[in-house]
């Protein structure tokens, strides 16, 4: 997992997690794992009144990343996550991995992730970067 972040990076993605933990809990997560460098925003229960899958952290977690909402696409493992990409009409990435496995698949993602050092290539796809 690890690579394929570093990779987007490389490629000159700007990276954001949007999550419904604790936001204080993810950034401890991410800084104790050593990848907190690798992303430009986290945005996480606390941050904002609401949760996924409205679009307001989202969105935030976008603009603090210095993207923007349109050409950028979700990565996660579970119906909130199709749903907030649906709420913002954008791709959204399902992995097949997660805890839900290929049943991920009824969430009605954009795409289904298999592993992960196919996801610099579907990122590349899905935001028209790809060759």
């Known amino acids: 997992t690890e690579d394929a972040v570093r990779s987007l990076s490389s490629a000159g993605y700007r990276l954001g997690i949007c999550t419904n933990k604790p936001v204080a809990m993810a950034e401890n997560l991410m800084v104790r794992l050593g990848l ?3 992303f430009h925003a986290l945005v996480g229960a606390g941050s904002l009144p609401v949760s996924k899958p409205d679009p307001a952290p989202y969105k935030l977690a976008v603009d603090q990343a210095g993207g923007a909402v349109r050409q950028s696409l979700i990565v996660g493992d579970t119906f909130t ?4 990409a649906r709420a913002v009409d954008i791709p ?10 290929a049943e991920v698949s009824r969430h009605g993602a954009t795409a289904i992730l298999n592993a992960y050092e196919d996801l610099p290539d579907l990122v590349g796809r899905l935001l028209g970067d790809s060759d």
Do not use: W
């Not at 996550?81 to 907030?84: F, G, L, P, S």
């Not at 959204?92 to 991995?97: E, P």
């Open 36 to 38: 907190r460098d690798l």
């Open 92 to 101: 959204s990435i399902l992995v097949g991995f997660g805890p839900e496995g």
């Open 81 to 84: 996550d199709a749903e907030t």
